[in-house]
Protein backbone atom coordinates (compact mmCIF):
# COMPACT_ATOMS: atom_id res chain seq x y z
CA UNK A 1 0.00 0.00 0.00
CA UNK A 2 1.31 3.10 -1.06
CA UNK A 3 1.77 6.20 1.04
CA UNK A 4 0.53 8.94 -1.46
CA UNK A 5 -2.58 7.93 -2.71
CA UNK A 6 -3.99 8.23 -6.08
CA UNK A 7 -6.75 7.11 -8.35
CA UNK A 8 -5.84 3.93 -10.13
CA UNK A 9 -7.00 5.00 -13.22
CA UNK A 10 -8.15 7.28 -15.25
CA UNK A 11 -9.84 8.26 -18.76
CA UNK A 12 -10.55 10.86 -21.47
CA UNK A 13 -11.10 11.43 -24.73
CA UNK A 14 -8.41 13.15 -27.65
CA UNK A 15 -8.52 17.07 -26.60
CA UNK A 16 -10.16 16.63 -23.35
CA UNK A 17 -8.74 18.19 -19.93
CA UNK A 18 -7.75 15.38 -17.04
CA UNK A 19 -6.77 15.24 -13.63
CA UNK A 20 -4.54 13.21 -11.96
CA UNK A 21 -4.73 13.85 -8.10
CA UNK A 22 -2.53 12.77 -5.05
CA UNK A 23 -3.22 12.72 -1.81
CA UNK A 24 -0.51 12.64 1.62
CA UNK A 25 0.02 13.91 4.77
CA UNK A 26 1.61 16.84 6.86
CA UNK A 27 4.74 14.77 6.31
CA UNK A 28 5.56 14.25 3.04
CA UNK A 29 3.20 16.55 0.51
CA UNK A 30 1.98 18.62 3.06
CA UNK A 31 6.09 20.09 3.67
CA UNK A 32 7.80 18.70 0.81
CA UNK A 33 7.19 19.75 -2.71
CA UNK A 34 5.88 16.56 -5.36
CA UNK A 35 7.35 15.45 -8.83
CA UNK A 36 5.50 13.86 -11.09
CA UNK A 37 6.22 11.51 -13.69
CA UNK A 38 5.05 9.65 -16.98
CA UNK A 39 5.92 5.80 -17.24
CA UNK A 40 5.54 3.56 -19.95
CA UNK A 41 5.61 0.11 -18.85
CA UNK A 42 9.54 -1.69 -20.17
CA UNK A 43 10.90 2.29 -20.48
CA UNK A 44 12.23 4.54 -17.81
CA UNK A 45 9.84 7.01 -16.16
CA UNK A 46 10.11 11.03 -16.90
CA UNK A 47 10.07 13.70 -15.18
CA UNK A 48 6.83 15.55 -16.23
CA UNK A 49 6.64 18.18 -12.95
CA UNK A 50 8.82 19.00 -10.18
CA UNK A 51 9.03 21.90 -7.18
CA UNK A 52 5.10 20.83 -7.23
CA UNK A 53 4.78 23.11 -10.78
CA UNK A 54 8.03 23.41 -12.56
CA UNK A 55 8.05 21.61 -15.83
CA UNK A 56 11.74 20.33 -16.81
CA UNK A 57 12.67 21.78 -20.24
CA UNK A 58 10.97 19.93 -23.52
CA UNK A 59 8.02 19.38 -21.55
CA UNK A 60 4.59 20.21 -23.23
CA UNK A 61 3.12 22.62 -21.20
CA UNK A 62 -0.08 20.77 -21.54
CA UNK A 63 1.21 18.98 -18.23
CA UNK A 64 1.14 21.40 -15.16
CA UNK A 65 1.40 20.74 -11.88
CA UNK A 66 -0.31 22.30 -8.37
CA UNK A 67 -0.49 21.42 -5.05
CA UNK A 68 -3.05 22.70 -1.89
CA UNK A 69 -2.01 21.75 1.45
CA UNK A 70 -1.36 17.97 1.72
CA UNK A 71 -2.92 16.94 -1.74
CA UNK A 72 -1.63 17.85 -5.49
CA UNK A 73 -3.02 17.45 -9.19
CA UNK A 74 -1.54 16.70 -12.44
CA UNK A 75 -3.66 18.47 -14.91
CA UNK A 76 -3.05 17.59 -19.05
CA UNK A 77 -4.31 19.72 -20.74
CA UNK A 78 -5.62 18.60 -25.02
CA UNK A 79 -5.36 15.17 -24.37
CA UNK A 80 -3.25 13.50 -26.63
CA UNK A 81 -3.72 9.46 -27.40
CA UNK A 82 0.34 9.20 -27.08
CA UNK A 83 -0.17 10.65 -23.30
CA UNK A 84 -2.34 7.04 -22.26
CA UNK A 85 0.65 5.86 -19.62
CA UNK A 86 1.18 5.45 -15.89
CA UNK A 87 1.58 8.42 -13.76
CA UNK A 88 3.31 8.45 -10.24
CA UNK A 89 3.19 11.29 -7.82
CA UNK A 90 6.28 11.17 -5.78
CA UNK A 91 7.14 13.60 -2.29
CA UNK A 92 10.08 13.41 0.15
CA UNK A 93 8.67 12.06 3.68
CA UNK A 94 10.28 13.35 6.48
CA UNK A 95 9.10 11.09 8.88
CA UNK A 96 11.90 8.48 9.69
CA UNK A 97 15.14 10.64 8.65
CA UNK A 98 13.41 11.37 5.43
CA UNK A 99 12.69 9.45 2.53
CA UNK A 100 10.75 9.35 -0.83
CA UNK A 101 7.30 8.35 -1.01
CA UNK A 102 4.98 7.19 -4.17
CA UNK A 103 1.43 7.20 -5.27
CA UNK A 104 0.38 3.76 -6.72
CA UNK A 105 -0.03 5.19 -9.91
CA UNK A 106 -2.98 6.17 -12.01
CA UNK A 107 -3.05 4.37 -14.91
CA UNK A 108 -4.48 6.84 -18.34
CA UNK A 109 -6.51 5.61 -20.87
CA UNK A 110 -7.01 8.00 -23.76
CA UNK A 111 -10.42 6.50 -25.52
CA UNK B 1 23.50 13.47 -22.19
CA UNK B 2 23.59 11.42 -19.09
CA UNK B 3 22.94 8.26 -19.60
CA UNK B 4 22.42 5.21 -17.09
CA UNK B 5 22.72 1.28 -17.01
CA UNK B 6 21.56 -1.32 -14.53
CA UNK B 7 23.42 -4.54 -14.58
CA UNK B 8 23.52 -7.40 -12.33
CA UNK B 9 21.64 -10.76 -12.25
CA UNK B 10 18.62 -11.34 -13.17
CA UNK B 11 18.01 -14.09 -10.65
CA UNK B 12 18.80 -14.81 -7.45
CA UNK B 13 17.75 -17.16 -4.70
CA UNK B 14 15.77 -16.95 -1.63
CA UNK B 15 17.63 -15.66 1.27
CA UNK B 16 20.86 -14.61 -0.61
CA UNK B 17 21.89 -11.36 -1.81
CA UNK B 18 20.90 -9.00 -5.00
CA UNK B 19 24.16 -7.27 -6.70
CA UNK B 20 23.21 -4.26 -8.95
CA UNK B 21 25.43 -2.00 -10.41
CA UNK B 22 24.60 1.53 -12.42
CA UNK B 23 26.73 2.65 -14.59
CA UNK B 24 27.29 6.44 -15.64
CA UNK B 25 28.24 7.72 -19.00
CA UNK B 26 27.90 10.71 -20.51
CA UNK B 27 28.29 13.23 -17.81
CA UNK B 28 30.38 12.95 -14.06
CA UNK B 29 29.18 11.17 -10.90
CA UNK B 30 31.10 13.51 -8.82
CA UNK B 31 28.74 16.72 -8.87
CA UNK B 32 27.97 17.36 -5.39
CA UNK B 33 24.21 18.15 -6.27
CA UNK B 34 23.61 14.62 -7.38
CA UNK B 35 22.41 11.94 -5.74
CA UNK B 36 22.77 8.56 -7.24
CA UNK B 37 19.65 6.77 -6.54
CA UNK B 38 17.55 3.19 -6.62
CA UNK B 39 14.26 2.34 -6.81
CA UNK B 40 12.28 -0.81 -8.08
CA UNK B 41 8.89 -1.47 -9.25
CA UNK B 42 7.09 -4.77 -8.68
CA UNK B 43 4.91 -6.43 -11.17
CA UNK B 44 1.78 -4.85 -11.34
CA UNK B 45 2.48 -2.50 -8.07
CA UNK B 46 3.97 1.27 -7.81
CA UNK B 47 7.19 2.69 -8.23
CA UNK B 48 9.34 2.05 -4.60
CA UNK B 49 12.26 4.46 -3.94
CA UNK B 50 15.43 2.32 -2.02
CA UNK B 51 17.13 5.24 -1.05
CA UNK B 52 20.30 7.10 -2.32
CA UNK B 53 24.22 7.94 -1.82
CA UNK B 54 25.73 11.08 -2.79
CA UNK B 55 29.62 11.63 -4.14
CA UNK B 56 30.73 11.18 -0.23
CA UNK B 57 29.34 8.07 0.23
CA UNK B 58 26.53 9.67 2.39
CA UNK B 59 23.22 7.31 1.96
CA UNK B 60 19.69 7.94 2.86
CA UNK B 61 17.72 4.55 2.41
CA UNK B 62 14.02 4.13 2.55
CA UNK B 63 12.94 2.68 6.48
CA UNK B 64 11.18 -0.40 5.18
CA UNK B 65 14.61 -1.94 3.59
CA UNK B 66 16.88 0.37 5.86
CA UNK B 67 18.66 -2.88 7.31
CA UNK B 68 18.71 -4.61 4.01
CA UNK B 69 20.39 -1.95 2.09
CA UNK B 70 23.50 -1.32 1.85
CA UNK B 71 25.29 1.11 -1.23
CA UNK B 72 28.01 2.16 -2.92
CA UNK B 73 29.93 4.43 -5.19
CA UNK B 74 33.60 4.37 -7.27
CA UNK B 75 33.92 7.47 -8.83
CA UNK B 76 37.02 6.08 -10.77
CA UNK B 77 34.82 3.44 -12.89
CA UNK B 78 31.74 5.75 -12.79
CA UNK B 79 29.51 2.70 -11.04
CA UNK B 80 27.21 2.87 -8.26
CA UNK B 81 25.86 -0.31 -6.82
CA UNK B 82 23.44 -1.27 -4.68
CA UNK B 83 23.30 -5.13 -2.34
CA UNK B 84 19.69 -5.96 -1.01
CA UNK B 85 20.69 -8.95 1.67
CA UNK B 86 18.24 -11.71 2.43
CA UNK B 87 16.12 -11.47 -0.46
CA UNK B 88 12.69 -12.79 -0.63
CA UNK B 89 9.79 -13.11 -3.28
CA UNK B 90 8.75 -9.66 -1.86
CA UNK B 91 12.10 -8.36 -3.74
CA UNK B 92 10.97 -9.39 -7.26
CA UNK B 93 10.66 -6.26 -9.41
CA UNK B 94 12.31 -4.07 -12.33
CA UNK B 95 15.31 -2.40 -10.17
CA UNK B 96 15.42 0.81 -11.81
CA UNK B 97 18.58 3.65 -11.02
CA UNK B 98 17.98 7.35 -11.04
CA UNK B 99 19.93 10.63 -10.73
CA UNK B 100 18.65 12.85 -8.62
CA UNK B 101 19.09 16.70 -8.55
CA UNK B 102 19.34 18.48 -5.95
CA UNK B 103 18.61 22.16 -7.22
CA UNK B 104 18.04 25.78 -5.95
CA UNK B 105 15.18 26.88 -5.53
CA UNK B 106 11.75 27.62 -4.80
CA UNK B 107 11.32 30.84 -5.28
CA UNK B 108 8.31 31.61 -2.69
CA UNK B 109 9.68 29.09 0.00
CA UNK B 110 13.69 29.34 -0.77
CA UNK B 111 13.34 25.63 -0.23
CA UNK B 112 15.59 23.76 -2.61
CA UNK B 113 14.20 20.90 -5.22
CA UNK B 114 14.83 17.49 -5.38
CA UNK B 115 14.26 15.06 -8.38
CA UNK B 116 15.16 12.36 -9.92
CA UNK B 117 15.73 13.56 -13.67
CA UNK B 118 17.88 10.47 -15.41
CA UNK B 119 16.62 6.93 -15.17
CA UNK B 120 17.79 3.77 -16.71
CA UNK B 121 15.99 1.62 -18.27
CA UNK B 122 15.37 -1.00 -15.58
CA UNK B 123 16.57 -4.32 -15.09
CA UNK B 124 14.34 -7.27 -13.91
CA UNK B 125 15.49 -9.53 -10.99
CA UNK B 126 13.57 -12.56 -10.22
CA UNK B 127 13.82 -14.28 -7.15
CA UNK B 128 13.61 -18.30 -7.03
CA UNK B 129 13.26 -20.81 -4.19
Known amino acids: QSVLTQTPSSSGTPGQRVSISCSGS????????VMWYQHFPGTAPKLLVY???QRPSGVPDRFSGSKSGSSASLDITGLQSEDEADYYC????????????FGGGTKLTVL | QVQLQESGPGLVKTSQTLSLTCTVS??????????WTWLRQPAGKGLEWIGH???????KNNPSLKSRVAMSIDMSQSQFSLRLTSVTAEDRAVYYC?????????????????????WGTGTTVTVSS
Open chain 1, 26 to 33: RSNIGSND
Open chain 2, 98 to 118: ARAVRACCDKSSGNFYYYMDV
Open chain 2, 26 to 35: GGPINHGSHY
Open chain 1, 90 to 101: AAFDDGLGGHMV
Open chain 2, 53 to 59: ISRTGST
Open chain 1, 51 to 53: GSN
